[in-house]
């Protein structure tokens, strides 16, 4: 692919990924930098636009690089690096307890199954902010919502139903949603 066919947005973050990784060992930094624009290859502009938000920004995969190399010897003057397991909160598995914990904690454990998933969400780097905070509010938000609309909307229903469908229903059913999408991202973003 020609220099003038890769789209901006794939130029622009390529470039500002090789600046951010300055100070990383050039063997790590050139294999950053060629794997991301192997994984970006071929792709338009929105295609990779979408693509690079779930690899996160360059100034975070350079943290994680520095992070995880380390010289093998303090005495050596070799540029080797050896490079630290994942966390914990950046592997599949933890995608799926995590998501398993969104999806039907709180039915499992009533309230505290989801609020642990919440927190195992905000553990872990592999969410943006965004999506952790619309997982933490729109579960709450969306029960507030529906049993003010059937306890306070005179539509004649019962007490029991504003409870069953603002306090239970409606908030099991966003969680779900909510997990089912965070899960995906999560999945794909922990790598094979």
């Given at each position: 692919?020609?220099?003038?066919?890769?789209?901006?947005?794939?130029?622009?973050?390529?470039?500002?990924?090789?600046?951010?990784?300055?100070?990383?060992?050039?063997?790590?930094?050139?294999?950053?930098?060629?794997?991301?624009?192997?994984?970006?290859?071929?792709?338009?502009?929105?295609?990779?636009?979408?693509?690079?938000?779930?690899?996160?920004?360059?100034?975070?995969?350079?943290?994680?690089?520095?992070?995880?190399?380390?010289?093998?010897?303090?005495?050596?003057?070799?540029?080797?690096?050896?490079?630290?397991?994942?966390?914990?909160?950046?592997?599949?598995?933890?995608?799926?307890?995590?998501?398993?914990?969104?999806?039907?904690?709180?039915?499992?454990?009533?309230?505290?199954?989801?609020?642990?998933?919440?927190?195992?969400?905000w553990a872990s780097p592999l969410w943006t902010r965004?999506?952790?905070?619309?997982?933490?509010?729109?579960?709450?938000?969306?029960?507030?919502?529906?049993?003010?609309?059937?306890?306070?909307?005179?539509?004649?229903?019962?007490?029991?139903?504003?409870?069953?469908?603002?306090?239970?229903?409606?908030?099991?059913?966003?969680?779900?949603?909510?997990?089912?999408?965070?899960?995906?991202?999560?999945?794909?973003?922990?790598?094979?």
């Open positions: 692919m020609t220099k003038s066919r890769i789209p901006r947005v794939v130029r622009d973050y390529l470039a500002e990924l090789d600046r951010e990784l300055a100070g990383v060992p050039d063997e790590v930094r050139e294999g950053i930098v060629t794997g991301i624009a192997e994984e970006l290859e071929g792709l338009d502009a929105a295609a990779a636009t979408s693509r690079i938000t779930t690899l996160g920004g360059p100034a975070f995969i350079a943290a994680e690089a520095r992070a995880g190399a380390e010289p093998r010897s303090a005495g050596s003057r070799s540029t080797a690096v050896a490079l630290a397991p994942p966390r914990a909160s950046a592997q599949r598995w933890y995608v799926v307890v995590t998501a398993a914990l969104l999806y039907v904690g709180g039915l499992v454990v009533p309230l505290a199954g989801w609020v642990v998933g919440i927190m195992m969400l965004n999506e952790k905070l619309i997982a933490t509010i729109v579960p709450p938000a969306v029960g507030v919502l529906l049993f003010g609309i059937f306890a306070i909307g005179g539509s004649g229903f019962p007490w029991w139903h504003a409870l069953l469908f603002g306090g239970l229903v409606g908030p099991i059913v966003a969680s779900f949603v909510i997990g089912v999408i965070l899960s995906r991202r999560g999945w794909f973003r922990a790598g094979a």
